[in-house]
């Protein structure tokens, strides 16, 4: 970005002048501009399509190129002009033009009608850089929030967005898997893709089938698909129900071959996640023999590859998170060359440069996927998502990943809101976009004007306090935050995760003065987005659990001495809370999952 001194002044008898080869293309990328220039400046720009127009009347001029180049990169690139007589688009594709779009948005909701003269030459880090959003534990957005999302990540550049799924789609093969989830439908998935596609976006379809089968195989229809029918001990504790397909047995890939049938006719993408992680029960029940001759990581790449024939069968690129192929270094190499490994972590000091350098010395493309670090957690962890999402940047751009995916996982209920991810959501985008740029970017301020819309910083810093709660504890909780646990978990499990934290009740303290700081500000947040009293609940709503929580680390003694507590008027708390969590749930999102969510709060 060049400044060159002076204003541009944004009148309201321009045109906006649209010059390509096939004017359609950039269409709906004139119309975005105008919508941005009916917001926040006032003025009513039309589009025109031809040379007649004189150069006095032209406030936009906006070329755009028709190239078939490869360049993934190339495409999203452009270059923005603004002088005192006019503002200048310039792309090689519809893409570029349209993130010369976003950037003239934010320019506008920051300037108004006088824009600062400046150049800015642009293009991404990443050719693809998305975000993933769980909605299979338990949280099913509406269309409306979904429409909503994915306008908030196009404008933060993101190009790819995926939705994890175990059973919630309406298969209608198998009615039984999602009864009563409230799922997406082959038609929403069509109408959510066409909206996405408008706006540059991949929806890549997320599809687990290998672990995580649980909501599959609990039925009686499936069970004797599960490697452990009747569940298992494994490396995480005693599985009370079946979570994995046994790789052995035939009816294990003609269910996976059924799944794919009935959901990949709705996507357009040419990618899919097939998931395939975190196999935790894989060799402790059916398949055991099979495992102690060949080693649970050749069973698991056989099936795996029996995957990959079939994703390739429908002319798709396979993508599968890379966790266990991971733990087996030494079959990297046997992957097919045209997978993509999704190499995942969610902790600021994930080994993604030593992953990533694996998977590049054996030719297999991948993605860097770290995480909006809010799920167990409420509120978010702020600091720890930053560093998260720092380090899969500059690992993945160093060992040439070929994507980036910030995930954001609903695990324990889903219990966070969703704006507790907002603020990891811009900054994952921006450092995809560009690490030199935005690796220091006050994300506060940035998200408080382009996310809350508030000019004043105030709702920014909020979030940002909001996520860094957790650090006013002195010991530390992976995965999620000692409040977040506490809500979720039982006793024992408490115990047991925190026998070696310090029973000093000076944190406790600590941290309850910090929720009442944030609790004073919230009445205050004032946001020009039409959501802002419901983010203001949200933000509310989240404090009163990560209370909750501590109270109930308190009241059970963990990590600190036990404190007495009227038992009577806990449960009226935890009903209090459970219908405060039932009315910010359906201000987004459906009924289905909500009553399994809320029993994640214990008592």
């Not at 996405?196 to 672990?211: E, M, S, T």
């Not at 099979?290 to 390739?312: C, P």
């Not at 989240?542 to 059970?556: D, S």
Request: charge should be neutral; charged fraction near 25%.
């Amino acid at each position: 970005m060049t400044l060159n001194g002076g204003v541009c002044e944004v009148r309201p008898d321009r045109l906006i002048v649209l010059k390509s080869p096939r004017p359609a293309q950039g269409f709906f990328e004139a119309q975005e501009a105008q919508r941005a220039l009916s917001q926040y400046a006032r003025v009513t720009w039309h589009i025109h399509a031809s040379d007649a127009a004189p150069a006095e009347t032209i406030g936009l001029l906006m070329t755009i190129g028709d190239t078939d180049e490869a360049d993934e990169v190339g495409k999203q690139r452009y270059t923005l002009d603004i002088t005192p007589e006019r503002i200048t688009v310039t792309a090689p594709a519809a893409a570029g033009a349209f993130y010369a779009v976003m950037t003239l948005t934010q320019l506008l909701r920051q300037y108004g009608r006088a824009l600062p003269a400046l150049r800015i030459e642009d293009g991404p880090d990443f050719a693809r850089r998305g975000v993933m959003l769980d909605i299979s534990r338990d949280k099913v957005p509406t269309m409306k929030t979904l429409f909503e999302l994915v306008d908030l990540l196009a404008e933060l550049k993101v190009n790819e967005f995926q939705l994890y799924t175990e059973h919630t789609f309406a298969f209608r093969r198998h009615p039984r898997v999602w009864a009563n989830a409230s799922p997406m439908t082959g038609e929403e998935i069509m109408q959510l893709d066409a909206y996405c596609r408008a706006r540059h976006i991949d929806l890549v379809p997320n599809q687990n089938c290998f672990g995580h089968m649980r909501r599959w195989l609990i039925h009686d229809a499936y069970r004797h698909l599960a490697e452990c029918p009747n569940g298992c001990e494994t490396a995480w504790g005693y599985f009370a129900e079946p979570f994995t397909l046994c790789p052995l047995d035939p009816g294990s890939i003609k269910l996976v071959e059924e799944i794919f049938e009935e959901v990949l006719p709705h996507y357009t993408s040419r990618f899919f996640n097939v998931g395939c992680d975190e196999t935790v029960d894989l060799g402790n029940g059916r398949s055991k023999a099979e495992v102690e001759a060949k080693g649970v990581g050749r069973v698991y790449l056989e099936f795996l590859l029996q995957i990959y024939e079939r994703v390739k069968r429908h002319g798709r690129t396979m993508q599968f998170w890379g966790d266990i192929i991971m733990a087996h270094p030494e079959l990297v190499a046997e992957l097919p060359k045209d997978v993509i490994a999704m190499e995942w972590g969610y902790e600021h000091d994930h080994p993604f440069a030593e992953h990533g350098a694996t998977f590049a010395a054996s030719g297999i493309p991948f993605y860097v996927c770290g995480g909006t670090s809010s799920w167990n957690s409420i509120g978010g962890r702020t600091e720890n998502a930053i560093g998260n999402l720092l380090n899969a940047a500059e690992s993945g751009k160093r060992h040439g990943a070929v994507g980036f995916l910030n995930t954001d996982w609903g695990d324990s209920g889903h219990l966070q809101p969703l704006p507790a991810s907002y603020l990891p959501y811009a900054y994952g985008a921006g450092v995809s976009w560009c690490i030199q740029t935005n690796r220091d970017v006050d994300i506060a301020r940035a998200v408080s004007l382009h996310v809350f819309g508030d000019p004043s910083g105030a709702t920014g810093a909020f979030a940002y306090d909001l996520g860094n709660v957790y650090t006013h504890i002195p010991f530390r909780t992976h995965n999620g935050t000692a409040y977040g646990y506490a809500v979720t978990s039982d006793e024992e499990t408490l115990r047991r995760r925190f026998k070696e934290a310090p029973a000093d009740r000076r944190w406790l303290t600590r941290v309850k003065k910090e929720l009442d700081r944030l609790e004073a500000i919230v009445p205050t947040l004032k946001m020009a987005s039409p959501d802002a009293a419901l983010i203001r609940r949200e933000f509310a709503y989240a404090l009163h659990l990560m209370r909750y929580g501590l109270a109930r680390l308190e009241r059970l003694g963990v990590a600190a001495k036990p404190a007495t507590l009227d038992l009577k008027a806990v449960a009226r708390e935890r009903r209090r809370l459970v219908a405060e969590h039932h009315r910010v749930w359906l201000a987004r999102n459906r009924p289905g999952g909500m009553e399994d969510s809320a029993a994640n709060i214990r008592l």
